[in-house]
């Protein structure tokens, strides 16, 4: 059973491009999270996604940034436009339905932007 | 608002030395309580949970962590460190009864060990 699984691993956009960043939950798993870790910094939520629904997108910036779960495929973040300040490490988290903070984390994609 | 807060960004320990990271959260009511630990360029790894019941938690990789309820406290300790320790180690809390599940993290605490 393979983990969540997040592509590509490092990313370089240069200013003003868009990033697709990838996630496949676990097998089972039909919840995902999006966090974003800017350097030396922890862990920051952005969004929270069941299959084709959005539940909670407090911590998304108001602009560029989307996300979405399709009832078929990964979960998607998109950055359009980027800038040097989204250059982070951003994680993908998946859980169970129903499950209490069973999160499982993925080893996430760096996006440095040049 | 609810926060997490590491105050040791750096800690050096020699190897065989115990261990303490310290963390305190800000939360009207108990929170959920976890550690994670992040090796360099990877996701983050469980260490151990805390919801309710016993105060003093067992988790992986012989860590254990006190709840400490008058401190708002959550501090993970170990007995004896081994060099494969060094990594970065983050605290976090969720919140009961929360509709989104959402974790609010700590800084993060860098631990070196040395030989």
């Not at chain 1, 909670?56 to 990964?74: I, L, N, T, W, Y």
């Not at chain 2, 919801?51 to 007995?79: C, M, Y």
Request: charged share 20%.
């Amino acid at each position: 059973n393979a983990g969540v699984m997040q592509n590509p691993r490092h990313l370089v956009r240069r200013r003003g491009q868009e990033a697709r960043l990838r996630c496949s939950p676990m097998k089972g798993h039909s919840h995902v999270y999006w966090y974003r870790q800017l350097p030396e910094e922890g862990l920051k939520f952005m969004v929270y996604l069941q299959k084709e629904n959005i539940i909670d997108e407090s911590g998304m910036p108001k602009e560029r940034f989307s996300a979405e779960f399709p009832k078929e495929g990964p979960s998607i973040l998109r950055i359009q436009q980027v800038v040097r300040g989204d250059s982070a490490a951003y994680f993908c988290a998946s859980s169970p339905p129903e499950s209490n903070y069973g999160y499982t984390f993925g080893s996430g994609t760096r996006l440095t932007v040049v | 608002a609810q926060s997490v807060t590491q105050p040791d960004i750096h800690i050096t320990v020699s190897e065989g030395a115990s261990l303490e990271l310290r963390c305190n959260y800000s939360y009207g009511a108990t929170p959920y309580l976890f550690w994670y630990v992040q090796s360099p360029g990877q996701g983050l790894q469980l260490l151990l949970k805390y919801f309710s019941g016993d105060t003093l938690v067992q988790g992986i990789k012989g860590f254990e962590a006190e709840f400490k309820r008058s401190q708002s406290s959550f501090n993970l300790r170990k007995p004896s460190v081994h060099w494969s320790d060094a990594a970065e180690y983050f605290c976090a809390v969720g919140f009961y009864g929360g509709a989104t599940n959402k974790l609010i993290f700590g800084t993060g605490t860098l631990l070196a060990v040395q030989p």
